[in-house]
């Protein structure tokens, strides 16, 4: 594990405030790839960043490297900032939401093996987050956001169906124009 230096509270602001793509400054949160096989079905992505809204949301990009695709998925900000810092070589003061679940999974022999987002229902993206547990594997309905910021607290992999992908991923181009008519958070 790397060594990570402490976030103050200015820094943990500064992390809500950076995004990708070029659309609200430039920060890559890509995450290596793992070498394991994908589940059946699914396609094994990279967290590429986070863009935010001036709703008070942000959307997560979800980058499939191997066909350079994207899709776009629409968190909250928390979530959002939850993600950067995980991603980041900044730890905060005093646990985070996600560290905590980290902690409790651990001391209850729980192993987050990976998150994969199932399917896109009534514009709403499902997912599923799988343990492993007394050497049982269990998947766990979970919402996108906290699913994803939870892997990628324990450094697991994150899916997504490659029927969803199919219908729903778009270009890096395609991406770019979304975000230029949606208008991205501008930080002075």
């Given amino acids: 594990m790397k060594k990570k230096r402490n976030m103050n509270r200015r820094d943990f602001l500064a992390y809500g405030g950076i995004g990708t793509l070029g659309a609200a400054g430039a920060f890559n949160l890509a995450k290596p790839l793992s070498a394991e096989t994908p589940p059946d079905g699914m396609t ?6 986070v863009v ?26 928390y979530q959002a900032s939850m993600i950067r810092i995980a991603m980041s070589d900044r730890e905060p003061n005093r646990p985070l939401t996600y560290e905590l679940m980290e902690s409790l999974l651990d001391a209850g022999g729980v192993k987050v093996l990976y998150t994969s987002v199932t399917e896109l229902r009534y514009m709403t ?26 892997a990628v607290q324990t450094g697991a992999d994150v899916y997504v169906s490659t029927k ?23 930080m002075a």
């Fill in 44 to 49: 094994l992505v990279e967290v590429d960043g």
């Fill in 164 to 186: 969803t992908m199919e219908e729903e991923a778009r270009s890096k181009r395609e991406i770019e124009e979304r975000m230029r008519r949606i208008e991205p958070l501008k």
């Fill in 125 to 150: 993206y499902h997912a599923e987050i799988a343990v492993k547990t007394g050497g049982k594997v269990l998947k766990l309905d979970c919402r996108p956001s906290d699913g994803i910021a939870l």
């Fill in 52 to 77: 935010d809204m001036e709703d008070f949301h942000s959307i997560l990009i979800l980058k499939d490297p191997a066909a350079d695709r994207y899709l776009q998925v629409w968190v909250s900000f």
